[in-house]
């Protein structure tokens, strides 16, 4: 099993439509979480970042973290063309031994059709 | 323009050639790493190094090497004892969070796509 699994899709939708990605996770020890959008042949740039447990809004851009459940998702709201792109979650324990190492899940495929 | 630059955009190796793939960051940080990306396996850690003349092998190092004998740069060598070796390859850095930025925060170059003829 994975430490980290991730929906591949791909996710196709209208655009204007509301957008939820979503990672599990197995590591209890995981406390930071980001989301990474990546366009085709292009390197992934942060979106989003967020510590422990909670929301946190961005424009159009809400992630949140449920450490409980080891569950994060990312929401896209009037999501639009330009938000088509490969969506991936990343996380890291910090610290110690794992620092700066970070975990990805496989990515999900995300096209905004007009 | 503070960044990551890669070189070159796109790579082609014959069977048995050694590569070097090369990673240059202007953003003053203190940790570099280099990652592998497959389709459908996301992004998978090659090598990282936190500080210069120090690195350590991530899940995925056989049949790599790297080099970080200055703060900007770090290549990594794609020998031929990786047998598959074709993939999209990416670089990032980040802040030293000792320093006190509470962040693990990586940013990514714009990869290098190395092909095996």
């Known amino acids: 099993q994975k430490e980290v699994e991730q929906d591949p899709g791909p996710l196709s939708v209208p655009e204007g439509a509301i957008v939820s990605l979503n990672c599990t996770y197995s590591n209890s020890a995981f406390q930071y979480f980001m989301w990474y959008r990546q366009y085709s042949r292009k390197g992934p740039e942060l979106l989003m970042y967020?510590?422990?447990?909670g929301n946190k809004e961005d424009g159009r851009f809400t992630a949140q973290v449920d450490k409980s459940s080891k569950y994060i998702s990312l929401f896209i709201r009037d999501s639009q063309p330009s938000d088509s792109a490969t969506y991936l979650c990343a996380m890291s324990a910090g610290g110690g031994t794992s620092y700066g190492k970070l975990t990805f899940g496989q990515g999900t495929i995300l096209t905004v059709h007009p | 323009d503070g960044g990551i630059t890669q070189s070159p955009k796109y790579l082609f190796r014959k069977e048995g050639q050694n590569v070097t793939l090369s990673c240059e960051q202007n953003l003053n940080h203190d940790a570099m790493y280099w990652y592998r990306q497959d389709p459908g396996q996301g992004l998978r850690l090659i090598y990282y190094?936190?500080?210069?003349?120090?690195?350590q092998k991530g899940d995925i190092a056989e049949g790599y090497s790297v080099s970080r004998e200055k703060k900007e740069s770090f290549p990594l060598t794609v020998t031929s004892a990786q047998k598959n070796p074709t993939a999209f390859y990416l670089c990032?850095?980040?802040?030293?969070?000792?320093?006190?930025?509470?962040?693990?925060?990586?940013?990514f170059g714009p990869g290098t796509r190395l092909t095996v003829l």
């Open positions: 967020t510590y422990s447990s």
């Open positions: 990032a850095s980040s802040i030293d969070r000792y320093r006190g930025h509470p962040t693990d925060t990586q940013y």
């Open positions: 190094s936190q500080i210069v003349n120090d690195f």
